[in-house]
Protein backbone atom coordinates (compact mmCIF):
# COMPACT_ATOMS: atom_id res chain seq x y z
CA UNK A 1 0.00 0.00 0.00
CA UNK A 2 1.10 3.20 -0.16
CA UNK A 3 0.31 6.08 2.32
CA UNK A 4 0.45 10.57 0.80
CA UNK A 5 0.27 13.12 2.86
CA UNK A 6 -0.25 16.40 1.94
CA UNK A 7 1.25 19.59 3.06
CA UNK A 8 1.21 23.22 2.47
CA UNK A 9 -2.53 24.68 2.21
CA UNK A 10 -3.76 27.46 3.81
CA UNK A 11 -5.11 31.11 3.01
CA UNK A 12 -3.71 32.93 0.44
CA UNK A 13 -5.05 36.75 -1.11
CA UNK A 14 -5.72 36.61 -4.92
CA UNK A 15 -2.77 36.63 -7.07
CA UNK A 16 -0.72 35.21 -4.14
CA UNK A 17 1.76 31.81 -4.69
CA UNK A 18 1.20 28.41 -2.94
CA UNK A 19 3.31 25.87 -2.67
CA UNK A 20 1.75 21.81 -1.91
CA UNK A 21 3.18 19.28 -0.83
CA UNK A 22 3.07 15.41 -1.15
CA UNK A 23 4.94 12.63 0.64
CA UNK A 24 4.37 9.43 -0.19
CA UNK A 25 5.34 6.47 2.04
CA UNK A 26 4.66 2.33 2.47
CA UNK A 27 5.65 -0.35 0.26
CA UNK A 28 5.53 -0.51 -4.03
CA UNK A 29 6.51 -1.62 -6.42
CA UNK A 30 6.76 1.19 -9.03
CA UNK A 31 5.31 4.52 -9.45
CA UNK A 32 3.94 5.59 -12.99
CA UNK A 33 2.39 8.75 -12.11
CA UNK A 34 1.34 11.40 -9.57
CA UNK A 35 -0.93 13.66 -9.74
CA UNK A 36 -2.92 16.95 -7.79
CA UNK A 37 -6.69 16.95 -7.88
CA UNK A 38 -8.99 19.27 -6.28
CA UNK A 39 -12.74 20.43 -5.68
CA UNK A 40 -13.88 23.30 -4.68
CA UNK A 41 -17.65 24.03 -2.92
CA UNK A 42 -20.15 22.34 -5.46
CA UNK A 43 -18.15 21.35 -8.01
CA UNK A 44 -17.08 17.87 -8.78
CA UNK A 45 -13.45 16.81 -8.42
CA UNK A 46 -10.72 17.65 -11.24
CA UNK A 47 -7.44 16.89 -12.22
CA UNK A 48 -5.13 19.56 -11.87
CA UNK A 49 -1.52 18.27 -12.68
CA UNK A 50 -0.23 15.55 -13.79
CA UNK A 51 3.94 13.96 -13.76
CA UNK A 52 4.88 10.83 -14.82
CA UNK A 53 7.38 8.43 -13.90
CA UNK A 54 9.61 9.78 -17.26
CA UNK A 55 9.25 13.30 -15.87
CA UNK A 56 6.00 14.37 -18.37
CA UNK A 57 3.67 16.76 -17.82
CA UNK A 58 0.08 17.57 -17.86
CA UNK A 59 -2.68 20.07 -16.56
CA UNK A 60 -5.05 21.03 -16.84
CA UNK A 61 -5.96 23.71 -19.07
CA UNK A 62 -7.60 26.20 -16.42
CA UNK A 63 -4.10 26.14 -14.51
CA UNK A 64 -1.52 26.11 -17.34
CA UNK A 65 1.10 28.73 -17.12
CA UNK A 66 0.10 29.00 -13.34
CA UNK A 67 0.73 25.90 -11.62
CA UNK A 68 3.79 23.65 -11.71
CA UNK A 69 4.59 19.87 -11.02
CA UNK A 70 7.38 18.12 -9.82
CA UNK A 71 8.79 15.41 -8.53
CA UNK A 72 11.75 13.71 -6.12
CA UNK A 73 11.71 10.58 -6.72
CA UNK A 74 14.25 9.81 -4.26
CA UNK A 75 12.40 11.33 -1.64
CA UNK A 76 9.64 10.04 -3.21
CA UNK A 77 7.41 13.70 -2.77
CA UNK A 78 5.58 15.46 -5.82
CA UNK A 79 5.30 18.99 -5.47
CA UNK A 80 2.29 21.48 -6.65
CA UNK A 81 3.89 25.11 -7.45
CA UNK A 82 0.57 27.30 -7.58
CA UNK A 83 1.14 31.09 -8.10
CA UNK A 84 -1.01 33.86 -9.37
CA UNK A 85 -4.08 32.33 -7.36
CA UNK A 86 -7.70 33.30 -8.25
CA UNK A 87 -10.68 32.96 -5.50
CA UNK A 88 -11.56 30.19 -8.01
CA UNK A 89 -8.48 27.69 -7.25
CA UNK A 90 -10.01 27.28 -3.75
CA UNK A 91 -10.36 24.38 -3.06
CA UNK A 92 -9.34 20.97 -0.83
CA UNK A 93 -6.68 19.60 -3.12
CA UNK A 94 -5.32 15.79 -3.29
CA UNK A 95 -2.58 14.14 -3.53
CA UNK A 96 -2.95 10.59 -5.78
CA UNK A 97 -0.67 8.50 -7.17
CA UNK A 98 -1.29 5.13 -9.79
CA UNK A 99 1.15 2.42 -8.75
CA UNK A 100 2.30 -1.23 -9.20
CA UNK A 101 1.77 -3.05 -5.72
CA UNK A 102 2.38 -6.39 -5.12
CA UNK A 103 -0.61 -8.58 -3.91
CA UNK A 104 -0.60 -11.16 -0.69
CA UNK A 105 -0.36 -13.70 -3.59
CA UNK A 106 2.76 -12.41 -4.97
CA UNK A 107 1.13 -11.36 -8.22
CA UNK A 108 1.88 -7.47 -9.27
CA UNK A 109 -1.34 -4.94 -9.75
CA UNK A 110 -2.30 -1.60 -10.40
CA UNK A 111 -3.77 1.04 -8.31
CA UNK A 112 -4.57 4.64 -7.10
CA UNK A 113 -3.86 6.20 -3.83
CA UNK A 114 -4.98 9.26 -2.08
CA UNK A 115 -4.25 11.57 0.52
CA UNK A 116 -6.48 13.21 2.65
CA UNK A 117 -6.45 16.44 1.19
CA UNK A 118 -5.03 19.84 2.36
CA UNK A 119 -7.49 22.89 1.95
CA UNK A 120 -6.22 25.75 0.01
CA UNK A 121 -8.45 29.02 -0.02
CA UNK A 122 -7.83 31.99 -2.22
CA UNK A 123 -9.69 35.58 -0.87
CA UNK A 124 -9.15 38.66 0.02
Known amino acids: QVQLVESGGGLVQPGGSLRLSCAAS????????MGWYRQGPGKQRELVAQ???????NYADSVKGRFTISRDNAENTVYLQMTSLTPEDTAVYYCSTSAITETKLGTFQSGDFWGQGTQVTVSS
Open 51 to 57: ITRGGTT
Open 26 to 33: GSWISINS
